[in-house]
DNA sequence: GCATGATCATGC
DNA sequence: GCATGATCATGC
C-alpha cells in the first residue's frame, strides 16, 4: 500500500479492503462516516447519495466513464435507495441502473463478454434508506454487500438482455420497452425524453437506454440479503477459535464501557432493542442479518441487567403462550421447552456507583438439566389453571424455583381466548430474577 | 426492595 | 397488526 493509500484508508487495489472499509458504513450515515458538516451538503438531485459516497467516503472523483469505479480492483461502486412499502416492508425505490447501452456496440457483443456482464459481475451494493425529509449525507445505510448475479437468475438475465439486443440487431431499437423483459430492462435515460440518439440498423432515432435491474428486481435481491445470515468475520489468526473465543475476543475490548458510550459508538438511537443491536454490530455484522453461527447452534442473544447488588434488575422473558397450546401439549413437546434448551449468549451489563449500567461480561448460558423438572412443575401447574379455565391464575415466582407466569402484552384488553372460561391477558413464561442470578454468578464464577 | 401486573416502543 | 424485547408502576 502506499502512502497515498493509506492516507484513504482502503487500498484502492485490493477489493477485499475496498469491502472492508465500505463495510463500516452500515448502519450509520454518511456524515456520521466521514464528519461532515452542513457546509459539505451536496444538492439534492438525482445521484446525489452516490456521488457523495465516491467522493467523500472513497475520496475518488465521481465519473460517468464506462470504466470501473475501482479500477484495480474490478469492483463497480453500486448504491441504491431503499423505501418502505405499504405493507411496511423494505422495496427497492428504483431500479438499479448499470451501465448505458451503446446500440453501436452491443450489436456485435455476446451476453457472456458484453460490457453489461463486465459491469454487474462484481458489484459492491451500498443499499440506503430514502427519506424526503433528509438530506442526503443523513441516509441511513441499510447493508454493504458484494453482489454479482445469482446464479440461478442467470438464464433469465441473459434472455432478457437478447430480447433487447435482438430489437437492436433488428433496427429496432426505437421500439424497445421496459415491458419486454422480466428481471433486466433497458431503461431510458437523458437529460429529456426528446433526446434521440443513433442506432446502426436503422435511420430511426431511438431514446438513449441504460441496462438496468428492475425495481421488483431490486426489492427481491434485497429480501434475501436482508434474511440471510452471515458469518462473524474473523481475522488470519482467529479462524481457528472456537465460538466461545471468538465471541470473548469480539466483546472485551467494550467491556467497561456504558450503554450510551456503546450506542454512540455504534450510532445507535436509543430505542428498546438498542442492547440487540449493539450485539451485532460488535459482532461486526450488520442488525438486519442473521449471525450463522448463532442459528446453527441455536443459540439466542438476551441482555441481562445487573444492580450492583448482582440481582437481575429484571427477569427473562419467553415469548407469549397460546392458551390451547399449553393446555393440550406436554411439556415435553412444548415450545417452552423448546426455548430452555436453547443456548443463550447472556450479555451482561452491571450497575455502577453512578447508577450507569456498564458492559461486564458474556457467557453461553443453558438452563442446566437438573432444572428442567422445576421448570416442568411450572408449565404442568399453569396448564392445570387453563385446563379449569383459570388462565388469570399465574404461576407465581414464589411458587418455583426456576421460572414464574406473568403477562406479557400490550395492555390489560390485550387477551387472547383459553380453552374454557372467558379470554385471559397474554401471558407467558418468565425465569426468576434470583435464579437466574445464581445461574450468572454460577456461570462466571463471580 | 420485591413481586406482579401493566405498558411501551419498535420492527416486520 | 402483532410479536417481541424491555421497562414501568404499584402495593405490600
Excluded at 443491536?277 to 441481562?304: H, M, N, Q, Y
Excluded at 437481575?312 to 419467553?318: D, T
Excluded at 392445570?384 to 400490550?410: F, I, K, L, Q, Y
Aim: charged share 30%.
Amino acid at each position: 500500500m502506499s502512502v497515498d493509500d493509506s492516507r484513504l484508508g482502503y487500498n484502492p487495489k485490493s477489493a477485499e479492503s475496498i469491502f472492508e472499509y465500505a463495510r463500516r458504513l452500515r448502519g450509520r450515515t454518511l456524515r456520521e462516516a466521514t464528519g461532515l458538516g452542513e457546509l459539505a451538503d451536496p444538492h439534492i438531485r438525482r445521484g446525489a447519495f452516490g456521488s457523495a459516497v465516491e467522493e467523500f467516503y472513497f475520496r475518488i472523483k465521481p465519473n460517468s466513464s464506462p470504466r470501473m469505479d475501482f479500477d484495480g480492483a474490478g469492483l463497480e461502486l453500486k448504491t441504491t435507495p431503499l423505501k418502505f412499502g405499504p405493507k411496511g416492508k423494505l422495496l427497492a425505490k428504483e431500479r438499479l441502473v448499470i451501465t448505458m447501452i451503446s446500440y453501436e456496440d452491443v450489436v456485435n457483443e455476446d451476453f457472456e463478454h458484453s460490457h453489461f456482464m463486465e459491469k454487474a459481475r462484481n458489484i459492491l451494493l451500498i443499499s440506503y434508506l430514502y427519506d424526503s425529509s433528509k438530506k442526503p449525507l443523513d441516509y441511513e445505510i441499510k447493508s454493504v454487500v458484494r453482489w454479482s448475479i445469482p446464479e440461478e437468475d442467470l438464464p433469465q438475465i441473459k434472455h432478457d438482455w437478447e430480447t433487447v439486443v435482438s430489437k437492436v440487431r433488428a433496427g429496432h431499437a426505437e421500439d424497445i420497452s421496459g415491458g419486454d423483459t422480466l428481471y433486466l430492462e433497458a431503461c431510458t435515460k437523458a437529460r429529456d425524453s426528446s433526446v434521440r440518439t443513433a442506432q446502426p440498423f436503422s435511420e430511426v432515432p431511438a431514446k438513449p437506454r441504460a441496462w438496468a435491474f428492475k425495481a421488483s428486481y431490486m426489492t427481491e435481491v434485497q429480501r434475501k440479503m436482508v434474511d440471510s445470515s452471515e458469518r462473524i468475520p474473523r481475522s488470519e489468526n482467529e479462524k481457528e477459535f472456537d465460538l466461545l473465543t471468538l465471541l470473548a475476543e469480539r466483546f472485551s475490548p467494550y467491556f467497561g464501557m456504558t450503554e450510551q458510550e456503546l450506542a454512540r459508538r455504534f450510532a445507535i438511537s436509543g430505542s428498546k432493542d438498542r442492547c440487540a443491536r449493539i450485539t451485532k454490530r460488535i459482532l461486526g455484522l450488520g442488525d438486519k442479518s442473521k449471525v450463522e453461527e448463532f442459528e446453527k447452534a441455536d443459540i439466542v442473544p438476551k441482555t441481562v441487567r445487573l444492580r450492583k447488588s448482582g440481582r437481575p434488575k429484571e427477569a427473562m422473558s419467553f415469548p407469549a403462550f397460546d392458551y390451547f397450546e399449553l393446555s393440550e401439549k406436554s411439556f415435553e413437546s412444548s415450545s417452552f421447552l423448546e426455548c430452555l434448551l436453547r443456548k443463550y449468549l447472556l450479555v451482561v451489563y452491571r450497575e455502577d456507583e453512578k447508577d450507569t449500567y456498564r458492559l461486564k461480561d458474556i457467557c453461553l448460558w443453558q438452563m442446566p438439566e437438573k432444572d428442567l423438572p422445576e421448570a416442568r412443575r411450572c408449565y404442568e401447574q399453569m396448564q392445570e389453571n387453563v385446563r379449569h379455565g383459570r388462565g388469570d391464575v399465574s404461576v407465581h415466582s414464589t411458587e418455583n424455583r426456576c421460572c414464574h407466569v406473568r403477562p406479557h402484552a400490550r395492555n390489560s384488553s390485550d387477551v387472547r381466548p383459553q380453552p374454557f372460561g372467558p379470554p385471559v391477558v397474554k401471558k407467558c413464561f418468565w425465569l426468576n430474577k434470583g435464579y437466574l442470578q445464581n445461574e450468572i454468578s454460577r456461570v462466571l464464577g463471580s
